[in-house]
Every structure is written in C-alpha cells, then in structure tokens.
C-alpha cells in the first residue's frame, strides 16, 4: 500500500477544527528507519486520558479520519495497529513520564 505521509516530512503538527474536536492528535513523528510505516502521536492532559479510554477500533476511526482531512480520501488513512499507553492509570507515573536525565 502506499505510505500517505509526505517523503520530505519528519513530523506534522495538525490544527483540529469543528466542535469538540480541537487539539486531537496534534503532533505527529515518523520513524525513518522502521521496516514500514510507523508513526507516533504525542498527548497529555485530558487529551490523553480521552484517548485512553477509547477501544482500539474508536481511535482507528479517530485517526483515520485526521488522516483523510489532511491527505484526501485514500484506503491508506487507516491505522493497521495502534498502542496507547496508559500512564494515567499506572500509580508510579500517574500520568507523566521522563524524556531527559536529570542534570540534562
């Protein structure tokens, strides 16, 4: 299939419109050395916890959706898979995570 994200882009950062929709998904990154497409979306807040507590066929609609608005109406828009953490329901990080050691 073809891989609908642009050759000469890295990430994309997406501007929600329409009620109750903004700031869904808004930052995006592809992995350049992945074997196929393989794309991250970064969340926090209640944005986050929204997503979480969908099922993995909501979130595929979800993002499928994003996809078609941004790059037209193509079968290559759905996720084949999805992996959402759940930190906002782990007590040791309760919603957070690190990215740089201390002392960065």
Known sequence: S???WP??????AFVSSGEGHQGRYPFWMK???AKD??????????EARRVEALSEDEI????EGLFRKAFGDTDECRPIAVAVTTWSK???FMGS????????
């Open 2 to 4: 073809r891989d609908v």
């Open 7 to 12: 050759k000469s882009k890295d990430y994309l």
């Open 31 to 33: 992995y350049k050395n």
């Open 37 to 46: 497409p393989l794309l991250m979306c970064y969340l926090g807040g209640a």
């Open 60 to 63: 595929k609609d979800e993002i």
């Open 90 to 92: 782990n007590p040791y």
């Open 97 to 104: 995570y690190s990215y740089f050691p201390i002392g960065a």
